[in-house]
Every structure is written in structure tokens, then in C-alpha cells.
């Protein structure tokens, strides 16, 4: 199994064109972000007190980006711990897997966008805290 620590979570900075008419900022698979993706989903009108996340993938990989708004993500490799704060929208966070992520703090009005590896399947996702502590090989919980 793969055994991603939260030195393996980076922010990536994408081109961004200036212009006086308007910003553009590009993704181009295994050029910009280190992996082709196969999926793309987005997160909105998530409430401010709410988080979503709360999992970890077995072999997928995630690069979070914020369009709209702010939020932050709390990485967890199953002993240590880091909170990234997203806010541009040509700055992401590439999540590896094994690596536990919640998305919170949400200001009104965010939009959050993910990029994945893989497309859906359920049987990727590692959804209970201590089964992901067994996996990666620490038992006690934080």
C-alpha cells in the first residue's frame, strides 16, 4: 500500500495569463498536477459551520482548488498533521494517497473544485478514522 506523509501534500501554483479583461488559469493533465485526471467534481453552498471530506483513498490522488470564496484543508498522515489555507483560484493542493483530508472554515459563497486520479469507487475510500490509523500503522487516535 502506499505511504504518503503530509510532506507529500503541496500547494501547486498554475499558470495564470493576466489581462485586463479578465485572469485565466490553466490545468493540463501530468503537466501542471502530477497525475492524469479522470474525474472532476466541485463543492458549494457548503454551510460555513459544515466540513465535507472527512476520508482518505487507497491509490487516489486529489488536487483541491479554490475558485470562489476560502476554506481550508486539514491533512492528516496518521501522525502528524497540517492545515493548508486555499483562497486562489490558481493555487491547489495536491493530496496523495493514504492521506486523511477534510475540507472546513468555509466562507459563503466558496467554490471548491477537485481534480482526481480515478474515477468513482466507493471501494477506494478508507471512511472510518481508525480503520485508516490501522492501515498506515498507527494505532492510537488523535
Request: a negative charge.
Amino acid at each position: 500500500m502506499i505511504k504518503s506523509t503530509i510532506n507529500d501534500c503541496k500547494i501547486i501554483s498554475l499558470p495564470k495569463v493576466t489581462d485586463p479583461r479578465g485572469n485565466l488559469t490553466f490545468i493540463e493533465s501530468s503537466k501542471h498536477i502530477p497525475f492524469d485526471v479522470k474525474r472532476v467534481f466541485y463543492l458549494y453552498d457548503v454551510p460555513t459551520e459544515e466540513s465535507r471530506g472527512a476520508h482518505a483513498h487507497k491509490t487516489l490522488h486529489q488536487f483541491v482548488v479554490c475558485l470562489s470564496g476560502s476554506f481550508d484543508v486539514r491533512v492528516d498522515d496518521g501522525e502528524s498533521q497540517a492545515t493548508f489555507h486555499l483562497n486562489r483560484p490558481w493555487k491547489g493542493l495536491h493530496v496523495p494517497p493514504m492521506i486523511w483530508g477534510s475540507e472546513i472554515n468555509f466562507d459563503p459563497g466558496t467554490v471548491c473544485l477537485v481534480l482526481a486520479s480515478a474515477l468513482y469507487d466507493e471501494s477506494d475510500y478508507i471512511r472510518e478514522y481508525e480503520t485508516f490509523q490501522s492501515l498506515v500503522g498507527y494505532a492510537s487516535a488523535i
